[in-house]
Nanobody, 121 residues
């Protein structure tokens, strides 16, 4: 089985920073794209940022210039450095990864349980 475990969430004042981590573990052959999504109360889940295995990144317009996604392939871990946080960044942040369990099986999407980020004004 594959597990994605997020950490690093918490309560921070507006303008502050947090760093989220997400480690994938289990019977993993390879990890393709990894990313972060978030869901605020009463809103749909939205994409925050993604990163390919080769390091190509993509960001939602709302976080460009403030958030940075990175990954450590040796540790099967993806990070999200969040700076200049705003109250509207408050949400449950989920890690997701496109993982192949064997060399011949198609990749599948796996999700973590989420970590809460709360930004106070």
């Amino acid at each position: 089985q594959v597990q994605l475990v997020e950490s690093g969430g918490g309560l921070v004042q507006a303008g502050g920073s947090l760093r989220l981590s997400c480690a994938a573990s289990g019977s993993i052959f390879s990890i393709n794209a990894m990313g972060w999504h978030r869901q605020a109360p009463g809103k749909q889940r939205e994409l925050v940022a993604t990163i390919t295995s080769g390091g190509v990144t993509n960001y939602a317009d709302s976080v460009k210039g403030r958030f940075t996604i990175s990954r450590d392939n040796a540790k099967n871990t993806v990070y999200l450095q969040m700076n200049s946080l705003k109250p509207e960044d408050t949400a449950l942040y989920y890690c997701a990864a496109d993982i192949s369990l064997t060399a011949w099986a198609p990749a599948g999407d796996y999700w973590g349980q989420g970590t809460q980020v709360t930004v106070s004004s």
